[in-house]
């Protein structure tokens, strides 16, 4: 892994503990991790489309889709998708 890349996953390991101190909201968490995703230089396709189908997850119960809240809450799909990038972003590190 490049180093640039490595310094794209680490901003986003704040960017996720900003969202989890209450700094940023889910919108802002949403457009910065977006950012940083499509900056990366390497990314294998299967943690490409996981990160993405999360990422999709959270910008639905941004847009308040009301489907969505009939199977969960937003804030369980919130928690579960963000507990998932977490992870996803560690296992890149």
């Known amino acids: 892994m490049s180093e640039f890349d490595k310094r794209q996953l680490k901003k986003m390991q704040q960017v996720i503990k900003d969202f989890k101190g209450n700094v940023i909201t889910l919108s802002s968490f949403i457009s910065n991790m977006e950012f940083l ?15 993405l ?34 992870k996803l972003v560690n296992e890149r590190l």
Do not use: R
Not at 39 to 50: F, G, H, M
Not at 53 to 67: M, Y
Not at 72 to 82: F, K, L, N, Q
């Open 37 to 51: 995703f499509h900056a990366l230089e390497n990314v294998d396709d299967n943690w490409d489309e996981s990160f």
């Open 53 to 86: 189908e999360e990422i999709a997850g959270l910008e639905s119960v941004n847009s308040g889709l009301p489907e969505t809240v009939s199977a969960h809450t937003g804030e369980e799909i919130v928690s579960e998708a963000i507990s998932n990038i977490d």
